[in-house]
């Protein structure tokens, strides 16, 4: 069955940087769109980056030029690059994968990043 596990997050320094990690199994890797959400206390998710089976990247006008999203295809890894932190990236961090970036089919259990100021 499709798996996705997120690792790493935790807590970062406004201005820092961190990067979080996906691992994901039981579906065809190189042919989906893997996209990263998020979602900060009392709002809603949103999608923070995508990337299509080309490599074709799209970004939250939010995170554009801080954040860069890549894969791993022959690990079936996803990763976020998350630089120039600030304190309103602090959010539960979600690894997803479908069609596209705002229609996954699955989710991860999260990743906590906390930004403090």
């Known amino acids: 069955q499709v798996q996705l596990v997120e690792s790493g997050g935790g807590l970062g320094q406004a201005g820092g940087s961190l990067r979080v990690s996906c691992a994901a199994s039981?579906?065809?890797?190189?042919?989906?769109?893997m996209a990263w959400h998020r979602q900060a206390p009392g709002k809603q998710r949103e999608v923070v980056a995508g990337?299509?089976?080309?490599?074709?990247?799209t970004y939250a006008d939010s995170v554009k030029g801080r954040f860069t999203v890549s894969t791993d295809n022959a690990k079936k890894m996803v990763y976020l690059q998350m630089n120039s932190l600030e304190p309103e990236d602090t959010a539960d961090y979600y690894c997803?994968?479908?069609?596209?970036?705002?229609?996954?089919?699955?989710w991860g259990q999260g990743t906590q990043v906390t930004v403090s100021s």
């Open positions: 997803t994968t479908g069609p596209g970036s705002n229609s996954p089919n699955y």
């Open positions: 039981g579906f065809r890797f190189s042919a989906n769109t």
């Open positions: 990337i299509t089976s080309t490599g074709s990247t």
